[in-house]
C-alpha cells in the first residue's frame, strides 16, 4: 500500500512570495490533515478534512493561509504572502476514518524555509 | 484544552541501556494515546497505541501503559540499540472543536541519541 504522498520535499522563499504543496493520501482515507511542525516543537494541525469537507480550521492564520480538497482525494496547503515565521515542516497526514483510536499515516513532509 | 506533556530532552544513553521517557496528557475527554518516531530525514510513523485505561501498547520492543489514574503514558525500553536514535512524540486522540471528528494533539518531542 502505498503511503502519503508529498511535493515538493524542500522549498526557500522570500517573505512576501507564495508558496504552494500537494498531499496525495492513502487510497481510501477519508480523513486529510495538515500539521505544521516548526523546528524543536511538536506538530500542530492546520486544517482537518472529511472527504471533501472542512471539519477544524481553528488553528489555521486565514490571513495567509488556505487549503482545499475539492474532490476529496489530493489537497493542497497554500501560504501567500508568507513570512519568516513560517519556516517549518508541513505534514500531510491521512486516515481512514477520524475516530478516536484510528491510527494516523503521516507523509515525509515539505520543508519550508522563508528568508 | 487538550495538552501532552514531555520530558525534555536531548536524552544520551549507552548501547544496551534502559530508556524510559515521561509523557503526561491533560484532555477533557476519553483519549486515546499514542507514541509517534521519526527518524533523521523521515517522516513520523506510529510506533505503538493504547485506547483504553491499563492497555498496554508495544512494538519493537517499546511500551508504553494507559494510565488513567496518573493521567501518563511513559515510554519504555528495556535495551536500546543505536537504530533508535530518533525523535519521539508523545500525543493523544480527542474530539476536536467540532465535536465529530479527533484529532492528534502532540508533545514537543525527545531527542534521543544511542551511542554504541
Known amino acids: 500500500e502505498a503511503g502519503v504522498a508529498q511535493s515538493p520535499r524542500y522549498k526557500i522563499i522570500e517573505k512576501r512570495q507564495s508558496v504552494a504543496f500537494w498531499c496525495n493520501p492513502i487510497?481510501?482515507?477519508?480523513?486529510l490533515y495538515w500539521y505544521q511542525q516548526i523546528l524543536g516543537q511538536g506538530p500542530k494541525l492546520l486544517i482537518q478534512?472529511?472527504?471533501?469537507?472542512?471539519?477544524?480550521d481553528s488553528q489555521l492564520p486565514k490571513d495567509r493561509f488556505s487549503a482545499e480538497r475539492l474532490k476529496g482525494v489530493d489537497s493542497t496547503l497554500k501560504i501567500q504572502p508568507a513570512k519568516l515565521e513560517d519556516s517549518a515542516v508541513y505534514l500531510c497526514?491521512?486516515?481512514?476514518?477520524?475516530?478516536?483510536?484510528?491510527?494516523?499515516?503521516f507523509g515525509e513532509g515539505s520543508w519550508l524555509t522563508v528568508v | 484544552g487538550d495538552s501532552v506533556t514531555q520530558m525534555e530532552g536531548p536524552v544520551t544513553l549507552s548501547e544496551e541501556a534502559f530508556l524510559t521517557i515521561n509523557c503526561t496528557y491533560t484532555?477533557?475527554?476519553?483519549?486515546?494515546l499514542f507514541w509517534y518516531v521519526q527518524y533523521p530525514g523521515e517522516g513520523l510513523q506510529l510506533l505503538l497505541k493504547?485506547?483504553?485505561?491499563?492497555d498496554k501498547g508495544s512494538n519493537k520492543g517499546f511500551e508504553a501503559t494507559y494510565r488513567k489514574e496518573t493521567t501518563s503514558f511513559h515510554l519504555e525500553k528495556g535495551s536500546v540499540q543505536v537504530s533508535d536514535s530518533a525523535v519521539y512524540f508523545c500525543?493523544?486522540?480527542?474530539?476536536?472543536?467540532?465535536?465529530?471528528?479527533?484529532?492528534?494533539?502532540f508533545g514537543k518531542g525527545t531527542l534521543l541519541t544511542v551511542n554504541p
Open positions: 497526514a491521512s486516515s481512514r476514518t477520524p475516530l478516536s483510536g484510528n491510527t494516523i499515516y
Open positions: 487510497s481510501g482515507h477519508a480523513t
Open positions: 478534512f472529511q472527504n471533501n469537507g472542512v471539519v477544524d
Open positions: 484532555a477533557t475527554g476519553y483519549p486515546s
Open positions: 493504547a485506547t483504553k485505561a491499563d
Open positions: 500525543a493523544l486522540s480527542d474530539r476536536n472543536s467540532g465535536g465529530s471528528n479527533y484529532k492528534l494533539t
